[in-house]
Every structure is written in C-alpha cells, then in structure tokens.
C-alpha cells in the first residue's frame, strides 16, 4: 500500500496568516495532484505537477512537487476565509495504462476571520 | 456542461440489506472511477472503469462489493448484505482518458448509512 500522509491533520488560523501543508510518502510517483474539498461535494483540482522539483503559483497558493518525488507541499499566502476545506493530495503511477491516484490522509483547514 | 451525477444523494439502508449507487459521469469521459470516503478522512479507491471494462478491481473491499458501467456511460456500484462498517460517502468521478495524468471531476457522491 503506498501511503501518503498529510500534515498537519487539522489547522486552524487567523485571516491572513501563511499556511504550509506537507504531503510524504516513501513511494515514487510520476504525478502529485492537490483538490480541494467543501463540505457535501466532491474534491476539485487545483493543480498537477509531474516534475521533480516543479513549483506551481496559483494567486495565493504556491505547490512544490519534491526532487525524488515522494513529497509535496501547499503554502498559502494570506489566508482568507474561502480557503476553508479539506485538502487532499493525490500521488500518481501507471497502473494498467492509466495514472492511478492514490489520495492522502488530507488536512482539514479552517479560516478564521 | 454538465458535470458528474450521483444518486441518491443520501441513503439510510438496514444492515442486511443490498444497496446500489449510480453515478452519470460526464458525456465522453471515457475513465469512471469509485472511491469510498469515510467521515473526515481521505479518499479510498474502489475500482476503476476505462470504458465498460474494469481492469482495476483491487480496491473493493470484499465481495459484497461489486459494481458494472454500460454503454460506455453509467454506473452502478452494489452492496450486497450490507455492514455498519460500509457507512460512508461513496464518491464518483470521470476522467478524459487513461493516459494522464488527466484531471478527474467528482460528483458530489452518495452519502450510506447502515443502521
């Protein structure tokens, strides 16, 4: 089973403070992708990164996928009320012809304003 | 456009009972994915659907647990005899192809709850 685990597990912070969540397992993979989850609907995508190393900029919300591929992180800037939700990151590997995701234990991130 | 459908949006069922979700993927996708998401945590894969094939059973927990795609289009994922334990929200997703790594979009999934 390849595990991806999530810190922290909960975070709750004041608007406009910074944020890091971290995403680690021991396994490679080919694809990191990170969603973003409301309550009563299904995770949304922010971003894919396939590259060792690769930095992604959203507005706020800066992805690194790490050199060996085995991590990632999601730093944001400023948080605001609307960043409240679960984060979930997703590794990828080829399985049968087709990039399986594995999800992690996901972050569950709350805004105070 | 439409996105991906699921239904029942909730559903309350006896233990011992067999249950069936459906979920309408959106219009040419050809990848449908299940995954099971229990109480605040992550998601855990079921099975996987490229087409009306499923070469990917490996997540389904036991074999109570089965589930079919037709026409390219929906499907069904049953529950035979259901457990307290299979409590959870079952989500669906699709996917442009198999590729990837392709973006998947969710419903907004079928919540369970055995009594």
């Known amino acids: 089973t390849q595990l991806l685990e999530q810190s922290p597990q909960f975070l709750s912070i004041q608007e406009g403070e910074n944020l890091t969540v971290y995403c680690n397992s021991s396994s490679v993979f080919s694809s990191l992708q990170w969603y973003r989850q409301e309550p009563g609907e299904g995770p949304v995508l922010l971003v894919t990164v396939v590259t060792g190393g690769e930095v992604k900029k959203l507005k706020r919300l800066t992805f690194q996928f790490g050199d060996a591929r085995k991590d990632s992180s999601l730093h944001i800037t400023a948080a605001q009320p609307g960043d409240t939700g679960l984060y979930l990151c997703a590794g990828g590997r080829r399985v049968f012809g087709n990039e399986k995701l594995t999800f992690g234990t996901g972050t569950r991130l709350t805004i105070i304003p | 456009g439409a996105g991906v459908s699921q239904s029942p949006s909730n559903k309350v069922t006896e233990k011992g009972k067999d249950v069936e979700l459906r979920c309408d993927p959106i219009?040419?996708?050809?990848?449908l994915y299940w995954y099971r998401q229990r109480l605040g945590q992550g998601l855990e894969f079921l099975i996987y659907?490229?087409?009306?094939?499923?070469?990917?059973k490996s997540g389904l927990p036991s074999d109570r647990f089965s589930a079919e795609r037709t026409g390219e289009s929906v499907s069904t994922l049953t529950i035979q005899r259901t457990q307290q334990e299979d409590s959870a929200v079952y989500l669906c997703?699709?996917?442009?192809?198999?590729?990837?790594?392709?973006?998947?979009?969710f419903g907004p999934g079928t919540r369970l709850t055995v009594t």
């Open positions: 219009s040419g996708h050809t990848a």
């Open positions: 997703a699709s996917s442009l192809g198999v590729a990837g790594p392709y973006e998947q979009y």
């Open positions: 659907f490229q087409g009306n094939s499923a070469p990917d």
